[in-house]
């Protein structure tokens, strides 16, 4: 039985190839006590044949960057706009509450030992 490290160097692949392949299941392996995995060299080699290529799973980085359309530029300016309209409604609102929050200066305060009762006349 092999470890990780063996594995990869016994199959000439790299130890995250090996971590990768038994995470997935691809290749079993038996956990220790310790944590640490162990790798038939039969399963080993079913997986990944002696002479075998460097695994490539992993697929290239290509960028799918590109400039945006006029169409796109349009919609991206709309929605910029709307954005900006949304932005000054919600100015006015505040400034329509804060408003509404200030005494108004024409109430007066009831006599009767409420404190919270306003009269608006």
């Known amino acids: 039985m092999l470890n990780l490290s063996e594995a990869a160097k016994v199959s000439g692949q790299p130890k995250s ?41 992993v697929s290239p980085i290509v960028s799918l960057k590109r400039d945006p359309t006029e169409l796109e530029r349009a919609e991206a300016a709309s929605m910029q706009e709307q954005i900006d309209r ?16 200030t005494p108004n200066r024409k109430g007066l305060l009831a006599g009767t030992g409420c404190r919270r009762c306003l009269i608006i006349s």
């Open 17 to 57: 190839a090996i971590w990768r392949a038994v995470n997935s299941g691809r290749l079993p392996a038996a956990r220790t006590f310790t944590g640490d995995y162990r790798i038939d060299p039969a399963e080993l080699h079913r997986v990944f044949p002696p002479g075998a290529e460097l695994a490539t799973d």
């Open 86 to 101: 949304l932005f000054e409604v919600g100015r006015q609102i505040r400034k329509e509450l804060d408003d509404a929050a």
